[in-house]
């Protein structure tokens, strides 16, 4: 079984909530070692994206995370709208047309979505970012395809890889964006992007198995 | 061919601090359009991905932009900008350090230089590549004393550079062991010569005299020329 426009805009719709629900800890996390507007500038991007989905529906999931991208880079205003941004852009590429994603259009999503994060940002495994959640998570649903997984299952698995990914960056010394500046004093914290692209997947799972 | 002198966009996530690299770079080279883009649209602290787009359309003079910025976020939106422009080849996003990197890439925008020219400036690229030793065929050479009271900085440097702008030849200026070129703010900023310093400037190509009789008048009437 699939998921069409409307699963997508359900999933999407949810990560906003959770987004909306972390605003605070999110905060917290990029202030010990950002700019402390993390929580903040996702939560503005993501109701922004659902005041637009409430305006009008796009008719495919490609048109869905496309419109999330553009409203994320036009009104997130930190590093996550150009990350992310960039993210869901190449999602939706490798979507095409396709009327619903399939476990196998899904893994090859969350593929392009991590090399568009990292065309963007430059960032490799280990640089303390949001790379660090997204690198397992692909790896993990690439292997629960393989694996003959079904699209919650493939989620969930990616979702717990983001989580352990998003958790392998607390010993970490920051290597990029604002956290770099702190060398040394950057190990010890939770990367604020890793913990969003965790939040993210985590709420996309959630959707698909309560779906299910 | 461009119509205008490339054109600068200074992004940045703070507004007054885009408005403070314009204002600065713009005292320098008053033809050349630059545009401050920082901020976030309710005055906050960010990148406003609209404001960037908006600022590299109206800048734009035909000869294309280069767009500076102050922090990674903000090179990335400026990158984002940049691809989604109709036209992508017409901007370039320069690494550099902000306010140096605005100021050269002012003069050599002001100076004529195309779209790489000025990219080039932004970063501090240039290199001092010439590299020809004294005396050689072709080549003129004049030694002079820096007696005005702030020596090789900012402003003369940027005299110095729009008093040779448009003249064909390879322009040099040594100090001691270093060596700058004389089209580059950044490097003559680097030779860090003070008032009291000599200089040896050194030209080749078929307007080297023009060039080095230029820098000469300059520098001997402290650079009011």
Redesign the interface.
């Known amino acids: 079984m699939g998921c069409e426009t409307d699963g997508v805009v359900a999933a999407l719709r949810a990560a906003a909530d959770v987004v909306v629900a972390h605003r605070d800890e999110l905060v917290e996390l990029d202030r010990v070692i950002g700019?402390g507007?993390h929580g903040e500038?996702l939560r503005r991007g993501f109701r922004n994206f659902v005041a637009a989905v409430d305006r009008s529906t796009p008719e495919t999931p490609a048109a869905v995370f496309k419109l999330l991208a553009t409203t994320l880079?036009?009104t997130?205003?930190?590093?996550a709208?150009?990350?992310y941004?960039?993210g869901f852009l190449r999602a939706a590429a490798t979507i095409g047309d396709a009327a619903e994603l399939t476990p196998e259009t899904t893994v090859a999503a969350l593929r392009g979505a991590l090399q568009g994060v990292v065309a963007?940002?430059k960032a490799e495994p280990g640089d303390k970012t949001m790379v660090d959640a997204l690198t397992p998570a692909v790896a993990a649903a690439e292997a629960a395809l393989e694996a003959g997984a079904d699209l919650p299952e493939l989620l969930t698995a990616a979702a717990d890889a983001a989580e352990q990914g998003a958790e392998s960056t607390i010993p970490l010394v920051a290597r990029?964006?604002?956290a770099s500046y702190l060398g040394q004093r950057s190990v010890g914290h939770l990367d604020p992007g890793a913990r969003s692209t965790a939040l993210l997947l985590r709420a996309f799972a959630d959707v698909a198995v309560k779906g299910s | 061919m461009p119509a205008g002198p490339v054109a600068l966009v200074v992004v940045s996530h703070s507004a007054r601090l885009a408005e403070g690299v314009a204002e600065l770079a713009a005292q320098m080279a008053p033809d050349v359009p630059i545009k401050p883009a920082g901020g976030l649209p309710d005055g906050g602290i960010g990148t406003d991905y609209g404001a960037v787009l908006a600022a590299c359309e109206q800048a734009d003079a035909g000869a294309g932009v280069v767009l500076l910025y102050d922090l990674g976020s903000a090179r990335m939106t400026a990158e984002l900008v940049v691809e989604s422009l109709a036209e992508p080849d017409r901007a370039v996003v320069a690494d550099g350090p902000l306010v140096e990197g605005a100021v050269a890439a002012a003069v050599a925008a002001a100076g004529g230089a195309d779209l790489a020219a000025v990219v080039a400036a932004a970063s501090g690229a240039e290199p001092g590549s010439v590299a020809a030793p004294a005396g050689a065929d072709g080549e003129h050479t004049v030694e002079l004393e820096l007696t005005n009271d702030v020596g090789l900085h900012a402003r003369p440097a940027a005299v110095l550079v729009r008093t040779i702008a448009g003249l064909d030849a390879e322009v040099s200026v040594r100090h001691g062991e270093q060596q700058a070129d004389a089209r580059s703010v950044l490097a003559l900023l680097g030779l860090a010569a003070a008032k009291g310093d000599r200089l040896v400037v050194s030209a080749r190509g078929p307007d080297a005299a023009t060039a080095v009789d230029r820098i000469s008048a300059l520098i001997r009437t402290d650079f009011h020329g």
């Open positions: 700019d507007d500038n880079i036009s997130v205003g930190g590093a709208g150009p990350l941004g960039t963007r940002g990029k964006g604002r």
